[in-house]
């Protein structure tokens, strides 16, 4: 399989490039996704943490209103 792969890439000049251009972008993405996590305010994360709860909340109190009526 990998044959099929290798063998005509072999013919392109400069291909070498493209796995590290590959890895560069890969590396650069998850540095800075760990700066943001590491530098992100605990405010904010409390409050994206809560999301789910409050919309369940929320759901339940506008199906109790919903009965009531």
């Given at each position: 399989?990998?044959?099929?792969?290798?063998?005509?890439?072999?013919n392109?000049d400069?291909?070498?490039?493209?796995?590290?251009?590959?890895?560069l972008?890969?590396?650069?993405?998850?540095?800075?996704?760990?700066?943001?996590v590491?530098?992100?305010?605990?405010?904010?994360?409390?409050?994206?943490?809560?999301?789910?709860?409050?919309?369940?909340?929320?759901?339940t109190?506008?199906?109790?209103?919903?009965?009531?009526?």
């Amino acid at each position: 399989m990998l044959k099929y792969v290798k063998g005509p890439l072999e013919n392109i000049d400069g291909v070498a490039i493209y796995p590290i251009i590959s890895l560069l972008i890969f590396f650069l993405f998850f540095a800075a996704l760990f700066w943001w996590v590491i530098t992100a305010r605990k405010e904010y994360i409390s409050e994206m943490s809560n999301i789910p709860l409050e919309t369940e909340n929320a759901h339940t109190n506008l199906s109790s209103l919903k009965q009531g009526s």
